[in-house]
């Protein structure tokens, strides 16, 4: 159990509406990233948060956003949903140097 | 570039066999190089981590030899069990930028191990 939590686990959203998704990193851990895994493919990095603000992102558009709380915890909007945004949306914490780990992620599907 | 090169794409191996997975980079601000398995509809599992100083690390079963000249690196699993069976991925941080969370990650290996 790697102690980061997810939520929701599933959820089915329709063209063109906008979706929260939510992470606690494991206990102690400040510094929470998240990612985008399509099916069949390796998790591309979206974005990562530090001291309540974002600190690099990678190759995505606007209408992902996000949040990082005083407790660490953390919120992955989207808007303007794509059927393409359709994956499993997975939150990542460090602490520490190195380590980083994975949550088990929400599954979002868009019709 | 910011790639991550993963063969094979799959493989198959009979219990108690030694399945090798190889990754390799180009860009030399990767600084820490982790493999992760993933389970159908699991999140990625944290199996072991090497960073460039380091030639070889041995944690259980699972090892990883690193070759910093030739910037691969690869994941040995010795006695392979039907458990094993999963998807494995190589990974590496991208140094720059302070962004300590940003891993590149390959394209995944499945590996299916036979009883």
Sequence with gaps: ?111 | QQQVKQSPQSLIVQKGGIPIINCAYENTAFDYFPWYQQFPGKGPALLIAIRPDVSEKKEGRFTISFNKSAKQFSLHIMDSQPGDSATYFCAARWGYGGATNKLIFGTGTLLAVQP
């Design chain 1, 1 to 111: 159990d790697a102690g980061v939590t997810q939520s929701p686990t599933h959820l089915i959203k329709t063209r063109g509406q906008q979706v929260t998704l939510r992470c606690s990193p494991k206990s102690g851990h400040d510094t929470v990233s998240w990612y985008q895994q399509a099916l069949g493919q390796g998790p591309q990095f979206i974005f990562q948060y530090y001291e309540e603000e974002e600190r690099q992102r990678g190759n995505f558009p606007d209408r992902f956003s996000g949040h990082q709380f005083p407790n660490y915890s953390s919120e992955l909007n989207v808007n303007a949903l794509l059927l393409g945004d359709s994956a499993l949306y997975l939150c990542a914490s460090r602490f520490g140097e190195n380590t980083i780990y994975f949550g088990e992620g929400s599954w979002l599907t868009v019709v």
